[in-house]
Nanobody
Framework: QVQLVESGGDLVQAGGSLRLSCAAS????????MGWYRQAPGKQRELVAT??????????NYADSVKGRFTISRDNAKNTVYLQMNSLKPEDAAVYYC??????????????WGQGTQVTVSS
């Protein structure tokens, strides 16, 4: 079983910055992709950014709404993914969830979610 624990959510003023972290633990052989999703009240969960494993920092993908403002990165040695959020807008407010997919120690595919961390942006 693979567990994900997010941290870093907070209340910030519009235009400010936050850095979210998500650490994976448990029986892990490899993590192929890690990502961040968010869900605002009354809305569906949406993709924010993903990053794959591999050389040169992995391949990244961003939602159009955060391109140029958010940066996803990962530390493979620590099984940790980060989301640097700059120039935050009130519409970025949501619960941010971490997601990871890969192979467990028993070589079974897994896809895990964290419990979420609240990001609040005041205007």
């Amino acid at each position: 079983q693979v567990q994900l624990v997010e941290s870093g959510g907070d209340l910030v003023q519009a235009g400010g910055s936050l850095r979210l972290s998500c650490a994976a633990s448990g029986s892990i052989f490899s993590i192929n992709v890690m990502g961040w999703y968010r869900q605002a009240p009354g809305k569906q969960r949406e993709l924010v950014a993903t990053i794959t494993s591999g050389g040169s920092g992995g391949s990244t993908n961003y939602a159009d709404s955060v391109k140029g403002r958010f940066t996803i990165s990962r530390d493979n040695a620590k099984n940790t993914v980060y989301l640097q959020m700059n120039s935050l807008k009130p519409e970025d407010a949501a619960v941010y969830y971490c997601n990871a997919g890969g192979l467990s120690g028993s070589r079974q595919w897994f896809a895990s979610w964290g419990q979420g961390t609240q990001v609040t942006v005041s205007s």
